[in-house]
């Protein structure tokens, strides 16, 4: 375990589901961000928290929602997603954004769109 | 939109083998180039964390060396082994967007 921790691994859900992903550091760290990597392609950066204020939203379509309910929480609510959308979904969290650390990544959620 | 690119996509060689791969990135507004392993089924692992030109960080077996002028990292393995065998992401946080932009990865095979 990394110190980051994401539920579920694997979650499967159709069209018109609303489901959470969620990821969880107990670091100290004030950033966390969502990334999606889809098949063949680069980790694309979704959203940035720093301190617990939106900092980056990279035109994610609105049927992704997050939500950072304090320092320690990060939350990716779905809906209405697309078969497209099946993609690893990994969160990260760093010291804060403007610092040059590494990030620590969590495992990711395996999301199925079906 | 940043430009990271890695080469070679992917290679295998033979344990007890030296390899190295290439990250180019665009050379204005650089901050730092981040290096990761991605072993399968496992989280990205940060490995080093580079700024200066002609930056040198080394862990055990693992080096990596950085020339921000002309926009580039290598990253060198000596004698690799199967443990090795994973996928290396190098990242850039550019000043101005302050958004770390990942390449594709080589991925690495070593074969016993």
Request: with cysteine; hydrophobic share 30%.
């Amino acid at each position: 375990e990394t110190g980051v921790t994401q539920t579920p691994r694997h979650l499967v859900m159709g069209m018109t589901n609303k489901k959470s992903l969620k990821c969880e550091q107990h670091l100290g760290h004030n950033a966390m961000y969502w990334y999606k990597q889809s098949a063949k392609k680069p980790l694309e950066l979704m959203f940035v928290y720093n301190f617990k204020e939106q900092t980056e939203n990279n035109s994610v379509p609105s049927r992704f929602s997050p939500e950072c309910p304090n320092s320690s929480h990060l939350f990716l609510h779905l809906h209405t997603l697309q078969p497209e959308d099946s993609a690893l979904y990994l969160c990260a969290s760093s010291q804060n954004r403007d610092r040059v650390d590494g990030y620590t990544f969590g495992s990711g959620t395996r999301l199925t769109v079906v | 939109i940043l430009n990271v690119e890695q080469s070679p996509q992917s290679l295998h060689v033979q344990e007890g083998d030296s390899t190295n791969f290439t990250c180019s990135f665009p050379s204005s507004n650089f901050y730092a180039l981040h290096w990761y392993r991605w072993e399968t089924a496992k989280s990205p692992e940060a490995l080093f964390v580079m700024t200066l030109n002609g930056d040198e960080k080394k862990k055990g077996r693992i080096s990596a060396t950085l020339n921000t002028k002309e926009g580039y990292s290598y990253l060198y393995i000596k004698g690799s082994q199967p443990e090795d065998s994973a996928t290396y992401l190098c990242a850039l946080l550019s000043g101005s967007a302050r958004q770390l932009t990942f390449g594709s990865g080589t991925q690495l095979t070593v074969l016993p």
